[in-house]
């Protein structure tokens, strides 16, 4: 017999369970609650929130999982208004405007105008002939494609290999030659298919764009933190569902007993949870272990979306000791230059609050898609490592005065070509499973602003009619 908990009350409408509390989870289980229908949310872990939490160790505000988003989602502006957060958004300051790239053992400025990129040393004067030549790019028949092949039918071989890759790397930390570019960027794919041209299609859109707009509404397209942290948003979820969440419940199997989902737990309490509905907003990966007694081949479409693994090292410096201070964003690295790492964030030009005065916060992102060896390195080699890049990027030979290292083995899923086919298998195959549903960053969206705005539409599809 299937026992409920002191948790859950007797069902008057259908009940959903959530199994997974990220993000996605989260704002999921939000929706539902905000409306009335009855939701709980099962977390294996002591926490919920995932990768997002802010530590707070001597004066550093370091973030484990992501640094921040970009003000451009409606979803989260709805999100952060409705949760009461808007006077704790925080800008990034103006200095983070500026970017480099890591080449040939130099930063280089990514170009801010079309003058400014003609006169780059980024890309040799081939390069930069070819990039204006994109007006005449053609547009491709395949249903799939990498993004290294996209991009050298629009930019050729030389801004695939430095621009765009780092721009990938900055998302995904994936492989060129094998993320797919209509999963990747869908929206590069959407103006090619209209436009042909990404030059013409973004000339053509510019002067639609809001030239201002308030943080927080979801169209500003600005990077934004929180005071206190991207946790702030974590714990106001929390509070928001209380009494609908229970943590340390890791799920043992799922089963499907008449019209109803069955969760049974591995110790503790509870011991087991029926619901009318169940989402899955867990990694891919997990979600194919507990869907394998089910359906095998369900179980091997989740099984086959890769994750590239990612070493975060925060480093804090006196900036007494450091020639010059950093300013800017930070700086990513191109694939083809070989280094370990794929870039560091100058968080404290950034998000100045994040260090205490007369301190410098620098992030170093290593491995990868194509480097997943590194996450399995020592923190003392992980710091030398960053410490190595730094040297060659900035000129940093002092010793830091904070460390603080995470490593993510599974960190970012991959979306590889034949992304979209496998969802659409994934699809079909849930499709046979009533009730079941799945969610997260393993399928539409990597960022917290996908995770967002796909929880939302998925509340709005279980809306009972």
Known sequence: MVRRTALSLAPMAAVTAIVGGGISGLVLAYALKKRGEEAMLFESTDRVGGTIRTLDRDGFWTETGPNAFLDREPAMGNLLSALGLLSKVRLASPASKERFLLVGGELLALPSSPLSFFTSRLLPLGGRLRVLGEVFSRRSDAADESLAEFGRRHFGKAATSVLLDAIQLGIFAGDLNHLSAVSAFPQLKRMEREHRSLTLAMIRTAKKRPKDATPGTGIGGQMVSLEGGLQ??????????????????????????????????????????????????????????????????????????????????????????????????????????????????????????????????????????????????????????????????????????????????????????????????????????????????????????????????????????
């Not at 070509?417 to 298998?425: C, E, F, P």
């Open 232 to 465: 702030q948003l974590i714990s106001a979820l929390e509070g928001a569902l209380e009494g609908s969440i229970q943590r340390s419940a890791p799920v043992e199997s799922i089963q499907r007993d008449g019209r109803q989902w069955v969760l049974k737990f591995r110790g503790g309490t509870p011991e087991s949870f029926a619901a009318e509905r169940l989402i899955l907003a867990v990694p891919s990966f997990v979600a194919a272990e507990l869907l394998r007694p089910l359906d095998p081949r369900l179980a091997e479409e989740l099984s086959a979306i890769s994750y590239a693994p990612v070493a975060v090292v925060h480093l804090g410096y006196d900036e007494k000791d450091l020639a010059v201070r950093p300013e800017g964003l930070g700086f990513l690295v191109p694939s083809r230059e070989a280094r370990p790492s794929l870039g560091v964030l100058f968080i404290s030009s950034t998000f100045p609050w994040r260090a205490p005065p007369g301190r410098v916060l620098l992030t170093c992102l290593m491995g990868g898609a194509r480097k997943p060896g590194i996450v399995k390195f020592d923190d003392e080699r992980l710091e030398q490592l960053a410490r190595a890049e730094l040297r060659v990027a900035l000129s940093i030979e002092a010793a830091p005065c904070f460390r603080e290292i995470l490593r993510w083995p599974r960190g970012i899923p991959q979306y590889n070509v034949g992304h979209q086919a496998r969802l659409a298998r994934i699809d079909a195959s849930v499709r046979r499973l009533p009730g079941l549903y799945l969610t997260g960053n393993a399928y539409r969206g990597v960022g917290i602003n996908d995770c967002v705005r796909n929880a939302f539409e998925l509340a709005e599809a279980l809306r009972t009619p």
